[in-house]
């Protein structure tokens, strides 16, 4: 099946830092997605980006489809974007997600 | 505008007993989907439907029955759970195709003593 391999696993920030997080995957894309979980548990979408660069206030992501990776950045980090990132690549209408990365910026 | 619900949000019950996790969605989205989340594991899809009376397996189904005679409701039944099935349980719907925002419930946390 799909492969998706996040890194790094778990990530610490001072506030006001910027970081990079990785989403490998082992097929083709044709859709990939990333989520952030709070440290509540709520799951928001992102991002869908199956190919190229968008951007959305201080995080932005790029994928690479043909080198089968993508990467989020979170620039000048805030402690409210702690929390879990997860990417999610889909097959047919199925989400495969990747373990997550776990994000804690601190004051 | 309720969005995508859960319930129960909290769940404690005993091997062998039935339970069902209820999800609610007030968009009309055609798809809904049951995923469980477990520490080492990530989120992992249990079953999905496209449409009411159309529902088909994930990744983990064993264990699990799902019906959608609705298209607001997508009850999962644990028919006889086990201590392998405690977990967080979110329930998640789109509109459409898989390049749609999939929008996530809150989660049920369930524990099988």
């Known amino acids: 099946g799909i492969q998706v391999e996040q890194s790094p696993p778990d990530l610490i920030l001072q506030e006001g830092a910027n970081s990079t997080l990785r989403c490998n995957f082992s097929?083709?894309?044709?859709?990939l997605q990333w989520f952030h979980q709070n440290p509540w548990g709520q799951l928001i979408n992102l991002f869908y980006?199956?190919?190229g660069t968008k951007q959305n206030g201080r995080l932005s992501a790029t994928t690479v489809a043909t080198e089968r990776y993508s990467l989020l950045y979170i620039s000048s980090s805030q402690t409210t974007d702690s929390g879990v990132y997860f990417c999610?690549?889909?097959?047919?209408?199925?989400?495969?997600f990747g373990g997550g990365t776990r994000v804690l910026v601190k004051p | 505008d309720a969005g995508i619900t859960q319930s129960p949000r909290y769940k404690i019950t005993e091997t062998g007993r039935q339970v069902t996790l209820m999800c609610h969605q007030t968009?009309?989205?055609?798809?809904m989907f049951w995923y469980r989340q477990d520490l080492g594991h990530g989120l992992r899809l249990i079953y999905y439907?496209?449409?009411?009376?159309?529902?088909d397996k994930g990744e983990v189904p064993d264990g699990y029955v799902v019906s959608r005679s609705k298209t607001e409701n997508f009850p999962l039944t644990l028919e006889s759970a086990t201590r392998s099935q405690t977990s967080v349980y979110f329930c998640?719907?789109?509109?459409?195709?898989?390049?749609?925002?999939?929008?996530f419930g809150p989660g049920t946390r369930l524990t099988v003593l």
């Open positions: 998640a719907s789109r509109v459409g195709g898989a390049g749609d925002t999939q929008y």
């Open positions: 097929d083709s894309v044709n859709n």
């Open positions: 980006i199956p190919s």
């Open positions: 999610g690549k889909a097959a047919g209408n199925k989400l495969t």
């Open positions: 968009w009309s989205h055609s798809y």
């Open positions: 439907s496209a449409a009411a009376d159309i529902t």
